[in-house]
């Protein structure tokens, strides 16, 4: 087994059986795992932010840190690496919130409902979620089974 | 609980700071700073040279050029940036390789000093905080504490975890569990180290900012407030605890932020901090 880190800010894609995607740490964060279980192509952003227009100059050199910006790439490169539309999974994790925010840095719920928006949009469908809470999560893809699971203070989960 | 004379002994056990980055922080706020002195100091530390001229070098400081002398160093960074590359060498040197009680490594623990030190400073030159001088040096150093705390922590380890699940915050976990919590330990190592005042502030209320009782020093300790909370919301550099905090209400209105702002300032802040912990490996080298 292969691990492949993805980078806060970055996406992955792989269509090798041998590879898990993993990706840590994340907080209000979001990580969108794409996986087609027919070819074994499997795909994760790991985005920071909702939309590109807080930093434009950002969202050109770092793509991947936009939800507007990044998911759509991932979706492209999933689709490059064999993946089908037909036979793909969507689940998603992160979003997570301090225990009492002030509303002002619920950047997790803000990352959320922008995502659901541009899925909704575009007819997709989210398969399975852990997303919310005072948690950071670390979530992994094995491409050979398509197995998530997300991991939290200790404990993990099957997604 | 652990008997306040206990935590005492075990911060004078702690690997100290050394004396030279201390001189540094004493000589950079003289009226009559004299850069030769910066310089003279640094160079009778040998192994702090060494460590500068390599952190110089590094592409979070980003000159093009080689730096191969601690002069060069100071005319192309100037004397503040060479001051916080010492305190993070420092830093990084003292910590050991897992803050087992917090379930944090020293990387991770690393990220989080670098990423609450870029973006407080972010916000300071946003807001022109004037009084913002040490304020990425407070940053690297705001959870002094911790390196203490986190022992404790590991010996009851269970408690701690069965709180945070009752939904109590960290601070007040460490308050039930051990009488104290990271903020008060941090003050006091901070105060034994003979580190600035603001320094020392920024240790003892930076998850109650309000309750800092110099008020010239009530926007500094807002702002480090403001950066840690932004940075574990974020998850860099986040431990098992941190999340479970509060948003001190009045700093929001004092530096009047709102989301945008702390989104702009995130998206900003987010190639220096991953730079900056980069370096790590460099210090413990």
Known sequence: MNNITVQIADYKVSNNPDDVLITYALGSCIAVILYDPVNKVGGMIHFMLPLSKTSPEKADQKPAMFADTGVPLLFEDFYKAGGSKVNMTIRVAGG???????????????????????????????????????????????????????????????? | MISRDEFINKIEALPAFSQTSIKLSAILRKPDFSLSEFEETISFDPSLTANLLRLANSSYFGIPRKINTIKLAINLLGAKRVFEAAIANELGRILPDMLVGYGISSREFWKHCAAVAIISSNIARIHK???????????????????????????????????????????????????????????????????????????????????????????????????????????????????????DPVVTEWLGIKTPELEKIASESLDDILELTEIFEEIRR
């Open chain 2, 129 to 247: 905080i004037t009084a913002g001088e040490m304020i990425f040096t407070a940053g690297l150093l705001h959870d002094l504490g911790k390196l203490v705390v986190s022992t404790y922590l590991e010996q009851n380890s269970t408690q701690f975890q069965d709180l945070l699940d009752e939904k109590m915050t960290e601070i007040q976990v460490e308050q039930k569990i051990l009488g104290t919590d990271h903020q008060e330990i941090g003050y006091l190592i901070s105060k034994k180290w003979k580190l600035p005042q603001d320094i020392c502030e920024a240790n003892r209320w930076h998850h109650n900012p309000s309750k800092t009782e110099d008020p010239g020093l009530k926007d500094f300790v807002g702002i480090i407030h403001v950066a840690d909370s932004l940075a574990h919301t974020l998850g860099l550099g986040t431990d098992d605890a941190e999340l479970m905090r509060s948003i």
């Open chain 1, 96 to 159: 997570g919130k301090l225990y009492e925010d002030n509303g002002t840095f619920d950047i997790g719920k803000r990352n959320y409902t922008i995502l659901r928006k541009m899925l909704w949009k575009n007819g997709y469908a989210i398969l399975s979620e852990d997303v919310g809470d005072a948690k950071s999560r670390t979530a992994k893809l094995e491409l050979a089974t398509g197995r998530v699971t997300i991991k939290s203070r200790g404990s993990e989960i099957e997604l």
